[in-house]
């Protein structure tokens, strides 16, 4: 069964403004990563996070892992149309990762 | 990422038939996977491996077969292909160490008729 679940399924911006996804699991993670895909593309790599709590900045991008580790965030600043695509997190238990059912963000310019 | 190609890009098939979907990558990576993406789904693991001639189930492995002679392919083979089997399969492969994040190849689109 699924492992990690992601909220919202889809969202909908106006360019400038933020945007988050959620990331759960119903088990303790060992580590999560996330991953963007664009439309027509294949999912690329964009950061990992390891400890509770973590925080990690990539320019407007913010992650965020849970003090229990059960849960991510992906936050977005002043969205752009470059930022278009679906968000993935992937959350490893055991030695395996459990892909979310991804977030998938439209920006309207 | 030309490090790991996948072919076809596209294929269709008819219900029944076998065919194998290639990998291969040039980076020595360990750990290569599978995994098919669909609507509603995400992304579903369907076989890993850590190394040459060692190969596990992931996910949703029924109805595929996998092997990995070389360190640098990872051949999927649909055995009978069915209907529900019309995805898209991406290919990846990892380092050892994690924090490098999987890297994935360009996809084949699969279509079962």
């Known amino acids: 069964g699924q492992q990690v679940m992601q909220i919202p399924q889809y969202q909908h911006v106006q360019e400038g403004e933020d945007f988050t996804t959620y990331c759960n699991s119903s088990t303790t993670l060992s580590n999560i990563q996330w991953y963007k895909q664009r439309p027509g593309g294949h999912p690329v790599f964009l950061i990992q996070l390891v400890k509770s709590g973590e925080v990690k900045k990539q320019k407007r991008l913010t992650f965020q892992f849970g003090e229990a580790k059960k849960n991510s965030s992906l936050h977005i600043t002043a969205t752009q149309t470059t930022d278009v695509g679906t968000y993935f997190c992937a959350g490893a238990t055991g030695n395996q990762f459990y892909f979310g059912t991804g977030t998938s963000l439209t920006v309207i310019p | 990422d030309a490090g790991i190609t996948q072919s076809p890009r596209y294929k269709i098939t008819e219900t029944g038939r076998q065919v194998t979907l290639m990998c291969h990558q040039t980076w020595s990576h360990s750990y290569m996977f599978w995994y098919r993406q669909d609507l509603g789904h995400g992304l579903r693991l369907i076989y890993y491996s850590a190394a040459a001639d060692i190969t596990d189930k992931g996910e949703v492995p029924d109805g595929y077969v996998v092997s990995r002679s070389k360190t640098e392919n990872f051949p999927l083979t649909l055995e009978s292909a069915t209907r529900s089997q019309t995805s898209v399969y991406f290919c990846?492969?990892?380092?050892?160490?994690?924090?490098?994040?999987?890297?994935f190849g360009s996809g084949t689109r699969l279509t079962v008729v």
């Open positions: 990846a492969s990892s380092e050892w160490e994690e924090r490098y994040g999987y890297t």
